[in-house]
């Protein structure tokens, strides 16, 4: 079902610029000449094209550099799209973890764009080995809480051989958070295990963090808090 409204981009805008005097977050200028990669699916049960791509209204006043952004529009629902795992592109893909069989890896892009292409090359066909897929325990960022946050226990984190032991390769390191219904929890690690992030980090010596949420009453798709409903840190604050 699609939803109706967009969150106004420059509503937006003002919170981001509320925060930083605020002290919250830190100034959003360094953002300047930045990359963003944005991907939207004309197939998207949930949200429009144009909803979708609002994103860039957001950030094309922070980066102020138009080389900057890469948009990849396609015939795809709502997923990540993969070279060759997951339902067709067009069709809704929550049984096969979120992840859409389009022809393309939409983890090799986003990363080429963002790292660079010469930094990025695509997957050789060697694989990736699911042992140097590391758990975490993400227990230090929610205070050991048992309840008021949704982070599940365990996080992943992928580590090429390369990265590691003596004489080991400069890597980078990209941060990777899924979407609703898509954590460990739901999918059972299918879709961080065929997103195709692993096999790119393997390939190009990429250290790739995989956090995860976990489900429960409240939050029963297991998505992040973008929208801000339990950041505590911003209720009851009186903006001037």
């Known amino acids: 079902m699609l939803f109706r409204s967009t969150y106004d981009p420059a ?10 005097r605020h002290g919250l977050i ?6 300047r000449n930045k990359r963003l990669y944005v991907f939207a699916g004309l197939s998207n049960s949930i949200l429009r094209p144009e909803q979708q791509l609002a994103l860039l209204r957001v950030f094309e006043p922070l980066l102020q550099n138009p080389r900057a952004i890469r948009t990849r529009v396609m015939n795809a629902a709502s997923h990540l799209p993969t070279l060759n795992f ?21 983890a090799h892009e986003a990363l080429a764009f963002l790292l660079g292409e010469h930094a990025v090359r695509a997957p050789s066909g060697r694989g990736a080995h699911l042992h140097s897929l590391l758990e975490f325990d993400q227990a230090e960022f929610f205070d050991g809480r048992s309840t008021g946050h949704s982070m599940a226990r365990v996080g992943y984190v992928y580590v090429p051989a390369g990265c590691t032991g003596e004489g080991h390769r400069r890597c980078f390191l990209h941060f990777y958070f899924h979407g609703c219904r898509a954590g460990a929890d739901v999918t059972e690690g299918r879709h961080l295990r065929f997103s195709g992030f692993l096999e790119v980090a393997e390939e190009n010596g990429l ?3 995989f956090p995860q949420i976990r489900t429960h009453e409240g939050n029963a798709i297991g998505c992040w808090d973008s929208f801000g409903r339990g950041n505590t840190e911003m209720k009851g604050i009186e903006w001037k």
């Open 11 to 20: 509503l937006a805008l003002n919170d981001i610029r509320t925060y930083f």
């Open 26 to 31: 830190e100034d959003p200028r360094l953002l």
């Open 86 to 106: 997951g339902r067709p592109c067009d069709e809704d893909a929550e049984e096969a973890a979120f992840l859409g069989n389009c022809g393309l890896s939409g």
């Open 207 to 209: 250290v790739v963090v």
